[in-house]
Nanobody
């Protein structure tokens, strides 16, 4: 059974940085893709970093240039380096991994506040 665990969330001031990490387990053949989603209250979960196979990471315009994801396929880990954080980056962040199905971690809170 696939299991994802996020870590590294918390409170950060606007303009600050934070790094999230995720460890995935339960897929003997590894994963086809990994990345990160987030959800703000009243909104749908949105993708903010997606790495599929050997391709470069995809980022939506809202975070491109500020967020960087890195996938270690050997260790089945994915990180998210977040810089220049803004108030509207406040959300619950979810680690994502894909085999033939999609899997998400339980989520971790990131709050940007002064």
């Amino acid at each position: 059974q696939v299991h994802l665990v996020e870590s590294g969330g918390g409170l950060v001031q606007p303009g600050g940085s934070l790094k999230l990490s995720c460890v995935a387990s339960g897929s003997p053949s590894g994963f086809k893709a990994m990345g990160w989603y987030r959800r703000t209250p009243g909104q749908e979960r949105e993708v903010i970093a997606s790495i599929v196979g050997g391709s470069t990471a995809y980022y939506p315009a809202s975070v491109k240039g500020r967020f960087t994801a890195a996938w270690d396929k050997e260790k089945n880990t994915v990180s998210l380096e977040m810089n220049d954080l803004r108030y509207d980056d406040t959300a619950v962040y979810y680690c994502w991994a894909a085999t033939l199905d999609d899997f998400w971690g339980p989520g971790i809170q990131v709050t940007v506040s002064s």
